[in-house]
């Protein structure tokens, strides 16, 4: 049996609960959404402070030199780097995931169009999160050059898939319902072995589980800053491309700040020779900067010791859950394996809309997603032990109390 | 002669005085740049502390619902549609100005292909803002159809340029550095009598002259909020498609933000009905909740009103600079005929570059762009006549002197 009092004596070993003080977390809530919607840093608020009072309302224009509001997408990329396993100016902070995959698709097609100009498959997982597809549908359609986007049903699946008509794969790290984790490597080597290109869809990954883009030998990478990197709602995404590549890496969104030089306002578009060729247009400043302050909390540790702490309260959801709601009717959809499992724990339940609905009645915060799954966020960086176990208990209680079974939890909204 | 008394009374008369006061402007700055970076309204920060601490960092996750989050880029559309002829549920406030053209282009191609597939040729002005035309140049090169770019030198070539070969044309409503003003109406007319349909960037017009979308039949516009709207920097670009072009008007930048039902979390992209089917990824919150401080500020007057101080004050920069600079190799690059005429007035002088920066170390805020145009934005919402008056005094004190003979404000920055 676990009990509350073992919780309560791993978060007095935690070697990462200082960095909860650097986060601002409501009261009397149990935030298990992490991976959707990073908490908000303490910092974030007198950034924004500066960055609109000092930056824009004092400096105005001349911030693009004197608060290098230029170089952030990079300046920011170098702060990300060592998350994913790159190297200073390989990574940008810019744009949204789904246009920063869009970038590196139309890159990685390109490359193939020229070597391998038969391979007309973009192979994605049917379970990615929907964007994805939805964004290789857009590039299919629009060069209507008879790619075709196959859909790959699970992860064991992949190996027979990944055929020799396949130019490029387009995988989560991190499955957004399961919670499945790829060996990036592994499957890497899979992909090249049979002439295909690698896109990484790090949403999902980056800031929980250690991610090394370089050392799996990764072709393209894409994700989000504002989930367990915590850069605010909404924030810039990130962007990686194998050095390797960059001089072929031709992309079509070629705005100005692409450009090799942009002010000498040439009319012929120059890529910059570097990872500023995957900007586009002119960057959101404020939610831009914000991004700095969860990155600053990460260089605190690294993602060694948050893969540590992530698989034992992961573990620890997982047991609780097994210990304190047994014969519920919860199905266990993440991985038992460690190997194969990021930072969320999901599990089915017929009634996962309005039990999820029921725990935020409670103060806990996890979310749905369709068909049935519950995901619980876990992230080491804010989240204590007891935490875990307050989280089954009213989970438990939420199940025992048949509390989901109420109209107001049954009724579906928008977002969920 | 121009008095300064005569200025001062300008302004006591002035119906638009007041907005001033809602204004954060820096002391001992004479800004006329709000062409480039519009000031910080004084309810920014306010506004980015509630966002920041109240819906990210209390309301977390449940913001979407919540706080209309996922309605904001139709909600801003709806505050921005009357600045430019539009109604509402026709606008979106959404990622930059370039991706914004990309989609637009995109969708307005594809519509010609089907119509008259033959017209490869897409048209723009040689002094276009760049990035207008290294986007055009991106989607050609991705599609690899055998579209082209081709160049128009000045308005008065556009009418010869428009043959029957040319799907799109792309122009800058207000030109960058001229100034000029185009006749929205009646270049929209000769563009369909040629079969091509017209792609409007309002990015220097946009809050600056009055734009009638609807009523000078428009195909598709985009356009920054950054500059005339103060929006703040960099923050997320206007789109705007036609109603009657939009069933057909597809684009590739399909990202679950324009599905129809999102989180269906379906395998289809199916886009939305309406204009949100332009919008794509997750949209940065912070800065564009912004947004809406410096639109709250148009609802308190309207384009008639700011168009009429705009030709007052560019009529005065321009006499007065006439009046106190005579002799000093100022050429007016920006037409004096108010129907040609945006709200920005610029100069040529050889010594253009320097000249900008000995005004900048006066606290003359204006810029330069090559070749050789100094750019004076003027904006109603909140300088005064007596701000022109200063500043041509400056500018005189800074010719008269030679001030720009120095080698600090010869060197060249990375960004002017």
Request: net charge negative; hydrophobic share 40%.
């Amino acid at each position: 049996m676990i009990t509350l009092e073992q919780c309560q004596a791993r978060d007095r070993a935690d070697e990462l609960a200082s960095l909860r003080q650097q986060f601002d977390l409501p009261d009397g809530t149990l935030y298990l959404d992490g991976n959707s919607l990073g908490a908000m840093p303490k910092d974030a608020l007198a950034r924004a402070q500066d960055i609109i009072r000092r930056e824009w309302g004092v400096d105005l224009i001349n911030s693009w030199n004197k608060n290098d509001w230029w170089t952030l997408p990079t300046r920011l990329g170098d702060l990300l780097a060592p998350v994913v396993g790159a190297d200073e100016g390989e990574v940008v902070v810019t744009d949204t995931t789904s246009s920063n995959l869009f970038k590196v698709l139309a890159s990685a097609v390109r490359i193939q169009q020229r070597r391998q100009p038969h391979k007309k498959v973009i192979l994605a997982e049917r379970d990615a999160f929907p964007t994805d597809l939805y964004v290789i549908q857009g590039l299919a359609g629009l060069l209507d050059q008879g790619y075709v986007l196959q859909l790959v049903d699970q992860p064991e699946d992949l190996a027979a898939a990944v055929t020799d008509q396949v130019a490029v794969v387009v995988l989560s790290h991190v499955n957004y319902r399961t919670g499945y984790l790829y060996d990036m490597r592994a499957v890497n080597e899979l992909i090249h072995a049979r002439g295909a290109l690698a896109i990484w869809d790090l949403c999902h990954s980056i800031g929980a589980v250690p991610v090394d883009l370089k050392g799996a030998a990764a072709d393209f990478a894409i994700g989000c800053t504002y989930k367990y990197l915590n850069g605010g709602p909404g924030s810039p995404a990130m962007l990686w491309v194998d050095p390797g590549l960059l001089a072929q890496a031709w992309q079509p969104l070629s705005g100005w700040w692409g450009h090799a030089r942009p002010f000498d306002m040439s009319t012929e578009y120059t890529p910059d020779a570097g990872i500023r060729s995957f900007l586009c247009g002119t960057q959101p400043i404020v939610s831009l900067g914000l991004v700095a302050c969860g990155l600053d909390i990460f260089r605190q540790t690294d993602m060694r010791h948050i893969r540590r702490k992530s698989l034992a309260m992961t573990d620890l959801f997982i047991e609780l859950v097994e210990q304190e709601c047994a014969g519920q009717d919860l199905d266990l959809v993440t991985p038992r394996d460690h190997a194969y499992r990021g930072s969320h724990v999901s599990f089915r339940h017929p009634e996962g809309y309005a039990i999820v609905q029921a725990l935020i009645a409670r103060g806990v915060i996890g979310d749905y997603r369709e068909p049935e799954v519950m995901r619980f966020g876990i992230t080491p960086l804010y989240l204590r032990f007891v935490d875990i176990w307050d989280a089954v208990q009213h989970l438990k209680a939420v199940l025992t109390r048949r509390e989901w079974d109420q109209e107001k939890f049954q009724t579906r909204g928008l977002v969920t």
